[in-house]
């Protein structure tokens, strides 16, 4: 079965400063890794999605990164806004048919002006 | 504005009184799903919808109806809520089940008293 992790739990840093955050999943059959934003009290937003067949995605000041033969993903985030605080997901889709996600436990970033 | 609409935001109730979640979709979107997100565990598939009439199980269906009669609705139906079911559930969707960005609900605060 599919497991995510995401480290660190939580990560506070100075505004301006470039950061990586971590996803690493167990199961390397995977169809592609998407990585959400969650704001309190509301749902989750597409931020970029990896097909299995990339390396990397880039949206603006983000890029994603993927490593299927290490099970790993990063989000790198460039000079970081305060508006950038929010809760981080990645999640795996299994590489058979449903589109069923397994989601990490979510970076929590906190971005200090 | 396309969108995943879900009602009611918030809802506290009792044990064993049934209750539907709506969910709906305005972008003809294939796929659908519902999800529960829980403080240590993270985001859950409750269940999934591929089209119309179409529904399979996730990782937590126990206590968990779906419906999928219309491309645009997939309700959640709680036959006889308990308290374990408190949580914050979120509908998602997809243009298709094969992969491909989900676009996610605001959330259903639920409390089962």
């Known amino acids: 079965k599919q497991e995510v992790t995401q480290i660190p739990a939580a990560l506070s840093v100075p505004e301006g400063e470039n950061l990586v955050l971590n996803c690493s999943f167990t199961d390397s059959a995977i169809y592609n890794l998407q990585w959400f934003r969650q704001d309190p009290g509301k749902g989750l937003t597409s931020l970029l999605l990896?097909?299995?067949?990339?390396r990397e995605q880039t949206s603006g000041r983000l890029n994603a990164s993927l490593d299927k033969s290490s099970g790993r993903s990063t989000l790198y985030i460039a000079a970081s806004q305060p508006g950038d605080s929010a809760t981080y997901l990645c999640a795996a889709k299994a590489g058979n048919a449903g589109n069923m996600l397994t989601f990490g436990g979510g970076t929590r970033l906190m971005v200090k002006p | 504005e396309a969108q995943v609409t879900q009602n009611p935001r918030y809802l506290i109730t009792v044990t064993g009184k049934k209750l539907t979640v709506t969910c709906s979709q305005n972008m003809n979107h294939e796929y659908m799903s519902w999800y529960r997100q829980d403080p240590g565990l993270g985001l859950r598939q409750i269940y999934y919808?591929?089209?119309?009439?179409?529904?399979d199980k996730g990782d937590v269906p126990e206590g968990y109806k779906v419906s999928r009669k219309e491309k645009r609705n997939f309700p959640l139906i709680l036959e006889s809520p308990s308290p374990n079911q408190t949580s914050l559930y979120f509908c998602a969707s997809s243009p298709s089940g094969k992969g491909g960005t989900q676009y996610f609900g605001p959330g259903t605060r639920l409390t089962v008293l």
């Open positions: 990896i097909q299995s067949s990339q």
């Open positions: 919808s591929m089209n119309v009439e179409v529904t």
